[in-house]
């Protein structure tokens, strides 16, 4: 500890890598990259909040660097850094902000959003500000990475087995009452057996985490009382958000994002991680001056260029060159991450490594990666398939064999991207979700796109070599209504969000079955739930990958708020009580948590109801049956006149088992029972004929959403077979 402020200390020369803290016992080196920087200080900080400052005095390549003696692991430090200051050149060097470590590993404490956190002054932006921020920032935390992972290795489940479950840590922890109450709605928490048990009970097989990066909310929420409940704010790309520690935010909250993991893998789960790459909580010009912004603030932003002409600066310096103050935003967050300058992507691809190769984590989903994949110097950048990011992340040893999910559209209208994304990229299909929502709302464009997205969605992945588990088959995410608001109401209900219900979209392709949100009718609920069930059980049996959403299965509501990132309370969370009865969930929304546990079950133990292949409509073997074909109700196949009609809502779809296309890990053939799902959309009961054949002669009913039909009913070929209004069913072979 120091006596006083102004104490000097040996600073060494240290080393220019790795970038960030690197804590030995001998002294801890520090090193951030500021290319155009004229100079830059270490702040270190003690208990009582008195700041040192040591300049480093070490550049190479563009990193500035020292190492300091007696640094512990758990001290707190930022930088502040000087040099030009040019706003309309992307320099907004300013040594009155204390700027968080891009590298660091962990954030102790928050912001204060104001005039002190702008590098420019709030009344004069030409003009840089005098104001200090180190009473309004957080700082970085020196970390020591050691962990006995006690054997843990890469989980490495195969696409076709894998089933995600989206979730939010505090969220989905914050309620649950067998939780101890001081770790609720923390990494703690969600490692907890009362968690681990629940989900592996259900079925999925890996929890995609909403970011967990280090974010901090917007100043235009906090002044609505509000904050960033989702986390799409990022800004400190190694550091796990201190928010969802239980044991501190000096460095343990490191350690128990690690237990996290290690707890997870234990229990058979692997870890996705949702990353904000694309953009930062440093928001447009006039956003905060955090991190990056007064590091490199020409290099880390993409700007619109200047189209070849004069701007209104002098252009005359060659080391600044012609240049526009103007953020090309495609995010619509304020900024866009320049993924082509050579240190942001340096940064996206170290950060990745670290949180495989010292966190443990299983994969990524990328948020809005459109934006990433953008090259180009015109404003229209336009979307590259082999851009840098892209290629170093196929070519990498380390990343090239995790899980690699793609959110391929971005805020703008050309950077919508489904079914383009490269091997071995898979996406989140968004026309699956909408086909398969109009189908069951009554509102189908026709059973050809319905078969088709149930089939793995060929259309968009088959026809450059990838399989049908590059579709994430989602029916709702985060963003968007539940599957219980789904069929609770025809519009949004965003009014909390304190922007006259303006946020969120209007496209929800929802039905409130009559009633707009909850009520008192018992046949409106029973069907709202019977929909719910239909939803769950098309999802859990698509071919694909399915993405559930966090408490879909329980009936969770947002009270019709599809736009719930700025709700961290009671509408976001998920509520565990059977009996919640007024609180709006009912015990028998459990009966839809059954179901969508027995779907899970029959596709985890049948291979014909998650194939690797596509379906080809012909015999694997000689005069087998198809390994796939669509039926009629009448029982006869269907025709090209019965996929143009658009008063058809109900359709079979036959899957063989015998044998597989797929052979077995040693070649051999592999066998299975063979079903027969029927799907019927409409309102009233449809009798079924069970085509008489020469491969399936007797079945029984696997899974059923007619409340009249039970499971294990059992049936012959050359029937048939009446089910209910709106129902989902399943026949298996016997």
Not at 66 to 81: T, W
Not at 153 to 163: L, S
Not at 628 to 650: F, K, S, V
């Amino acid at each position: 500890m120091w006596q006083t402020l102004g104490e000097q200390a040996p600073t060494w020369p240290g080393r220019n890598w790795p970038l960030g803290a690197t804590w030995t016992e001998e002294a801890t080196n520090f090193a951030v990259y500021a290319p155009r920087a004229e100079a830059v200080w270490l702040c270190l900080f003690d208990d009582h909040g008195g700041e040192r400052r040591l300049p480093l005095t070490e550049q190479s390549l563009g990193i500035w660097h020292g190492a300091v003696p007696g640094v512990r692991p758990g001290d707190r430090y930022g930088y502040r850094v000087d040099g030009t200051w040019a706003p309309a050149h992307g320099l907004r060097f300013n040594p009155n902000k204390l700027l968080l470590d891009p590298y660091g590993h962990a954030v102790a404490g928050t912001i204060t959003p104001g005039p002190a956190l702008l590098a420019h002054d709030a009344k004069d932006r030409s003009q840089p500000s005098t104001l200090d921020s180190a009473e309004a920032t957080a700082r970085s935390v020196v970390v020591d990475p050691s962990f006995d992972w006690e054997g843990d290795a890469p989980m490495k489940t195969r696409w076709r087995d894998t089933v995600i479950y989206e979730l939010h840590v505090k969220g989905f922890t914050q309620l649950h009452d067998r939780i101890p109450e001081e770790i609720r709605g923390t990494y703690a928490a969600l490692g907890h057996p009362a968690v681990t048990e629940y989900l592996k009970d259900l079925g999925v097989s890996a929890v995609e985490l909403l970011p967990v990066h280090q974010f901090f909310s917007e100043p235009a929420l906090t002044e609505r009382g509000l904050g960033n409940y989702w986390g799409y704010n990022s800004i400190s790309y190694f550091a796990p958000d201190a928010s969802y520690s239980s044991s501190g935010e000096r460095g343990e909250q490191v350690r128990e994002f690690k237990q996290m993991v290690k707890d997870l893998h234990r229990a058979g789960l692997e870890v996705i991680l949702d990353v904000v790459y694309n953009h930062t909580a440093e928001a447009g010009p006039d956003g905060p001056s955090i991190s990056f912004r007064g590091f490199d603030d020409r290099g880390f932003y993409r700007r619109v260029p200047p189209n070849g002409g004069p701007t209104t600066v002098d252009d005359t310096d060659p080391l600044l060159g012609p240049f526009d103050d103007t953020y090309w935003d495609v995010t619509g967050c304020g900024n866009t991450v320049d993924s082509e300058d050579p240190l942001a992507l340096r940064l996206i691809l170290d950060s990745l490594r670290y949180w495989v190769t010292e966190m443990h984590v299983d994969g990524f989903r990328f948020d809005l990666m459109s934006a990433l994949s953008r090259t180009g110097d015109d404003t229209g950048a336009g979307i590259d398939m082999a851009c840098r990011l892209l290629i170093a992340i196929g070519q990498d040893p380390v990343l090239r064999h995790v899980k690699l999910i793609a959110e391929p559209w971005d805020a703008s209208m050309d950077g919508y991207l489904v079914g383009r994304m490269p091997p071995p990229w898979v996406e989140w299909n968004d026309q699956y979700r909408d086909t398969i929502r109009d189908f069951w709302r009554g509102q189908s464009s026709g059973l050809h796109s319905v078969a088709t997205r149930l089939a793995g969605s060929s259309d968009l992945y088959a026809d450059d070599g990838r399989s049908a588990y590059n579709s994430v088959n989602f029916i709702t995410a985060h963003d968007g209504f539940t599957v219980r608001d789904l069929v609770s109401y025809d519009h949004k209900h965003n009014e909390a969000n304190g922007e006259e219900n303006r946020d969120g979209s209007d496209n929800n392709r929802s039905w409130n079955h009559g009633v707009e949100g909850e009520t008192d009718d018992e046949e409106i609920v029973a069907l709202r739930r019977r929909q719910a069930a239909n939803l769950m059980a098309t999802l859990c049996l698509s071919n694909g990958v399915p993405m559930l959403t966090a408490g879909d299965e329980r009936g969770r509501t947002q009270g019709g708020n599809n736009n719930a990132y700025c709700q961290d309370n009671e509408i976001s969370w998920v509520r565990w009580q059977a009996d919640a009865g007024e609180d709006g969930e009912p015990e028998a929304w459990l009966d839809v948590y059954e179901l969508t546990r027995a779907a899970l079950r029959l596709r985890r133990e049948h291979r014909a109801l998650r194939q690797r292949h596509w379906f080809e409509g012909r015999p694997t073997i000689v005069d087998g049956p198809k390994d796939l074909a669509w039926l009629h109700p009448t029982g006869r196949e269907m025709t090209p006149e019965d996929w143009h009609d658009r008063g058809l809502q109900t359709l079979g779809m036959f899957l063989s088992g015998r044998p597989l296309r797929a052979p077995g890990p040693h070649g051999e053939q592999q066998v299975d029972s063979s079903f027969l799902l029927w799907y019927h959309a409409g309102p009233d009961p449809v009798k079924l004929f069970l085509p008489d054949n020469d491969w399936v002669a007797r079945g029984t009913v696997a899974l059923s959403t007619d409340p009249d039909l039970e499971c294990g009913t059992e049936v012959s070929a050359g029937e048939s077979l009446r089910i209910g209004g709106r129902s989902v069913v399943v026949l298996q072979e016997l």
